[in-house]
């Protein structure tokens, strides 16, 4: 069966220090990757999908990037985080036709 | 652009019957789907509807009028646990190859004994 793997649970970090979130799936190949972003009380903003190794679409140009080194891992960064960047952030995959996500537990993160 | 209008927040007692109402605008329509949030939680997959009509699992259905633009979520038999946020999601338009969904900003359900 397939899982997705999201670490760390909670984070909390000083505003300007670097951020590095980790996502891994198993037991499929080639799956859609995305990251998305929930602030308190309100809805999921999409920030990064990728479709296959290397390919990263953004969809925020703010300071945080992505990468996906290996097929079933997605990587969000951050080189100095801002206050704006707290909030809960999820990792998701689908199958070939993304209308049933599987997210990760997610990572609560608060830059003070 | 992609835009979707849900109700902030939703009441109804237990063993009763609430819809989850959701319009959506879109330049290009591929599907409706459904997730379920428990406070603190992961939003989990519920249901999806590409086609006009009811679709149901179990106590939950979804509808879908794609002339309409306009969706929703059924839960019968309300129990406590039902208590979450919903949220309706669209897929963007498939010809520019974005393979994402948009999620509107949700809707709070609080069932009451």
């Known amino acids: 069966s397939q899982t997705i793997h999201q670490w760390p649970a909670t984070l909390v970090q000083p505003v300007g220090s670097p951020l590095s979130l980790e996502c891994t799936v198993e037991?499929?190949?080639?799956?859609?990757l995305y990251w998305y972003r929930q602030a308190a009380g309100r809805g999921l903003q999409l920030l990064f999908y990728s479709v296959g190794i290397g390919q990263i679409s953004s969809e925020v140009p703010q300071n945080l990037s992505a990468s996906r080194p290996q097929d079933r891992q997605f990587i969000l960064s951050s080189k100095k985080l801002l206050l704006s960047d707290s909030g809960f952030y999820l990792c998701?995959?689908?199958?070939?036709?993304?209308?049933?996500?599987?997210f990760g537990s997610g990572t609560r993160l608060t830059v003070v | 652009g992609q835009s979707l209008e849900q109700p902030s927040e939703v009441t109804a007692v237990e063993g009763a019957i609430v819809q989850i109402n959701c319009t959506y605008q879109?330049?290009?329509?591929?599907?409706l789907s459904w997730y379920q949030q428990h406070d603190g939680g992961a939003p989990t997959f519920l249901s999806y509807n590409a086609l006009d009509g009811l679709e149901e699992t179990g106590r939950f259905s979804s509808f879908l009028s794609r002339s309409d633009s306009y969706g929703y979520l059924l839960l019968q038999e309300l129990q406590m646990k039902d208590s979450a946020s919903y949220f309706c999601a669209v897929r963007d338009q498939i010809y520019t190859g974005r393979r994402a969904l948009t999620f509107g900003s949700g809707t709070r359900l609080q069932v009451q004994p």
């Open positions: 037991g499929t190949s080639n799956p859609n």
């Open positions: 998701a995959w689908s199958v070939t036709e993304p209308y049933g996500y599987t």
């Open positions: 879109t330049s290009g329509f591929y599907g």
